[in-house]
Nanobody, 124 residues
């Protein structure tokens, strides 16, 4: 299983970025995005559960970020709007090959495959 994340960069506060994650080598039940800021733990951002097409968001990004999927290209995207300085972090895409219950979607340990991370820097 391989995940490849891209799309990070430098953006001004209030701007937008779209992250992409390509997946190969397996089938996945849930894919998600996490982020890790310097000196902080990795935290959940958003997830898409494929079986019922349910999406999940951290409270801090709800209404600003949107996770989506392209079934044909086997890609997952994270559209980030109205970016804030506190969104600055390395963003990781992650995948779970098994079923995921709602209470586990936001847990790092739920995901067995991780991409290499892409840096998002928001300047104020």
């Amino acid at each position: 299983v391989q995940l490849q994340a891209s799309g990070g960069g430098l953006v001004q506060a209030g701007g937008s970025l779209k992250l992409s994650c390509g997946a190969s080598g397996g089938s996945f039940g849930t894919m998600g995005w996490f982020r890790q800021a310097p000196g902080k733990e990795r935290e959940f951002v958003a997830a898409w559960r494929f079986g019922d097409r349910k999406t999940y968001y951290a409270g801090s990004v709800k209404g600003r970020f949107t996770i989506s999927r392209d079934n044909v290209k086997n890609m997952v995207y994270l559209q980030m709007n109205d970016l804030k300085s506190e969104d600055t972090a390395v963003y990781y895409c992650a995948a779970s090959t098994g079923g995921v219950i709602s209470s586990s979607v936001a847990l790092v340990r739920t995901y067995s495959a991780w991409g290499q991370g892409t840096l998002v820097t928001v300047s104020s």
